[in-house]
């Protein structure tokens, strides 16, 4: 099946008002080209193979967020598009299922996040180092590869936190990379929630890839309105305003003790996150920033 491709171009005084429209269709995870991410990129500590021509060659008056889709679920975009229609410049693509394959081969290779876990694209041969934690990651239409700096603060903190028996919900799972390290670091169950079926469906076909589908589960749902209570660590990488708007679930799901983890939140809003927390008297509330990304973590008392 081909693919779509939806670049949508503005000015980057735009891209609050863009990032709120597409948030207001479920759309929450997408690419961006711009010189801000392209500056990201050259500041991160992360060793790039490829960087992609439209991405080195854009302007600092524009940004393009790129998001994708199947020929199948085409009517589904349409009232996107109308919202879309005279507000932005938009440009459809048609990418051909075997070329959109080749075009993550070329862009991913196995990426340390520290010094005992690995994510490894699933087609290339790795050889894991004695206690080296290994996720095999195929990213397909999914957001979610390892590569960005909130997944990576994301991961980080999981490892520091994860224990043996913890019940763990992932937030917006995208490819379930957040989930599958759960997973794989010992939690006992793991609840994987997206809007996009695509997510759901790469999810899955992740955790399979990595043995943990007896732990990890993938299904659609709407942030955490339809999650039981019962969690140790909830982990979730979406936008500031998604993050708040959810926070009387998560006082809901989450258990007494029990750690929040939050990423995708750019550091101009990381306030907003922390003292969204406060409110519900979260403890030891800690945050990390990297390149525009921040990461905010605390402790339901």
């Known amino acids: 099946m081909d693919y779509l491709q939806l670049d949508i171009r503005g000015l980057e005084g735009e891209r609050n008002t863009l990032e709120g429209l597409l948030a207001r269709h479920g759309i929450y995870v997408f690419e ?12 991160s500590d992360i060793s790039w193979d490829y960087l992609g021509e439209d991405l080195v060659a854009t302007d600092e008056e524009h940004f393009i967020l790129r998001i994708y889709y199947t020929e199948d679920v085409a009517e589904d975009y349409k009232p996107l598009l109308e919202d879309l229609a ?7 693509t048609v990418i051909p299922e075997a070329d959109w394959a080749n075009s993550w081969k070329e862009a991913f290779s196995p990426i340390a996040v520290n010094e005992k876990i690995t994510v490894v694209p699933s087609w290339e041969d790795y050889s894991p180092r004695e206690g080296e934690t290994v996720l095999i990651m195929d990213p397909g239409m999914a957001f979610g590869s390892g ?10 903190r999981l490892a520091e936190v994860v224990r043996a028996e913890d019940v763990v919900y992932d937030i917006g799972t995208g490819s379930g990379i957040l989930g599958i390290l759960a997973a794989l670091l010992g939690a006992r169950e793991v609840r994987g929630v997206d809007i996009d079926p695509l997510s759901i469906t790469s999810a899955r076909d992740n955790a399979e890839r990595n043995g943990v589908s007896h732990i990890f589960t993938a299904a659609k749902g709407d942030l955490m309105r339809e999650l039981p209570p019962g969690a140790h660590v909830v982990v979730s990488n979406l936008f500031a305003e998604l993050i708040v708007s959810m926070l009387e679930d998560l006082d809901r799901v989450l258990l007494p003790g029990g750690t929040f983890i939050a990423s995708g939140i750019l550091t101009e809003k990381e306030a907003m996150v922390v003292e969204g927390l406060k409110s519900l008297g979260f403890e030891d509330i800690t945050s990390e920033s990297r390149g525009d990304w921040s990461v905010v973590q605390g402790v339901k008392p």
Request: hydrophobic share 30%.
């Open 32 to 43: 961006e080209v711009s010189t801000r991410a392209l500056d990201e990129i050259r500041k």
């Open 86 to 92: 005279g507000k932005f410049e938009l440009k459809k």
């Open 147 to 156: 590569t960005h700096n909130t997944t990576l603060l994301c991961m980080e």
